[in-house]
């Protein structure tokens, strides 16, 4: 089969409720900060709600710090904490450099993560912010790379 083939077979039938979603992925960078302080925060930038379908943690930099954490989740404002999308994920001095965690599977999402998709409201909605609070002690020298997998619940 010819990739113009599969593309054909991928457009739905005129007359079908069916819909081809493109996918957005967006990359952020956690910066360093002291305990309490947020590594990231972004409001949904695309003007549309999304459903985020999976986050992706890759520790660049590791903390010289031992013990600390980053939680991530959405939320009302730039400073909402909470930890239903990763929980707990190491940044400290203890914590790995080139480690992956992904918000999908059981064993790196942490206690409260749900590996759950999420919505993220577009500016104005309920939970318009994804945030990444670093927590349990600072941050000093963390880098991450936050990878969030996104697709649009509104469209054409």
Same mark, same amino acid.
């Given at each position: ?23 957005? %992925?967006?990359? $952020?960078? #956690? +910066? /360093?900060?002291?305990?309490? =302080?947020?590594?990231? *925060? @972004? ?39 909470? %930890?239903?999308? $990763?929980? #707990? +994920? /190491?940044?400290?001095?203890? =914590?790995?450099?080139? *480690? @992956? ?39 000093? %020298? ?15």
């Amino acid at each position: 089969n010819s990739t113009d083939e599969n593309v054909q077979r991928m457009v739905p039938k005129k007359g079908t409720d069916l819909k081809y979603v493109p996918m957005i %992925a967006f990359r $952020i960078e #956690g +910066v /360093a900060g002291a305990e309490n =302080a947020f590594a990231f *925060a @972004v409001e949904n930038p695309t003007g549309q709600d999304l459903l985020i379908l999976e986050v992706l943690h890759y520790l660049k930099t590791k903390s010289t710090v031992a013990s600390g954490v980053i939680d991530i989740d959405v939320g009302a404002t730039a400073t909402t904490t909470g %930890a239903t999308i $990763i929980d #707990g +994920v /190491a940044i400290g001095s203890g =914590a790995t450099n080139g *480690a @992956v965690i992904s918000s999908q599977i059981l064993a790196d999402s942490g206690t409260n993560g749900n590996e759950k998709p999420h919505v993220w409201n577009k500016a104005g909605g309920t939970s318009p912010f994804l945030t990444g609070k670093i927590l349990a002690a600072a941050g000093t %020298a963390y880098v991450g790379i936050i990878t969030v997998i996104c697709a649009p619940l509104e469209g054409p």
